[in-house]
């Protein structure tokens, strides 16, 4: 039980601290990491640091084509594998795919709050998709009227989200497919 806690208190902080500075601080990921393979090992043994680096793995490659087109920052990439590290490979895999679901649903949100940038994004994904349907030619193409400050998401509120719907889901016995 006091994995969860120790999970819990490293989600809501980082939520807290990517809502308020628009990063997840190393810190904070490396000591996630640590507790969680020496709790595992101390629970299970050599299975158990097994069980934290093929979670840390899993964790961090959802995530890493994100990133590498710029859709999100590093520190978002490592809590993934922190948190795949605490809770194994099928653990962040499916909280990946319910954190996939609430960051959708935020990158909504931030497009209505924010709907000159929804358009100009919009404008721009509709010039390339011509482009590239008709001359099969990926041409990025400038805003016309740039934005002076593009919209940040918090993606450490997404993935704080959708580990706890997959923990919760976990506890009550539901399963997103057969066990």
Request: with cysteine.
């Amino acid at each position: 039980m006091i994995e969860f806690f120790v999970l819990a208190i490293a989600l809501i902080s980082a939520s807290i601290y990517d809502v308020k500075y628009k990063k997840i601080p190393n810190i904070l990921n490396l000591s996630l990491i640590i507790f969680a393979v020496f709790y595992n090992i101390s629970a299970t043994g050599f299975e158990g640091l097994l069980f934290s680096g093929v979670g840390l793995t899993v964790g961090i490659c959802m995530l890493l084509p994100v990133y590498t087109l710029g859709g999100m920052g590093a520190g978002d990439v490592k809590l993934m594998g922190a948190v795949g590290s605490m809770i194994g490979a099928k653990g962040v895999l499916i909280s990946a795919i319910y954190t996939g679901l609430y960051g959708g649903l935020y990158a909504l949100l931030i497009l209505l709050i924010h709907r000159q940038y929804g358009r100009v994004l919009i404008s721009r994904t509709w010039a390339v998709l011509k482009t590239f349907l008709l001359t099969r030619q990926y041409v990025p193409v400038d805003a016309p009227h740039p934005i002076k400050k593009k919209p940040k998401l918090c993606y450490g509120v997404a993935i704080a989200l959708g580990t706890t719907t997959y923990l919760l889901h976990n506890h009550l016995g539901y399963t997103l497919w057969g066990s």
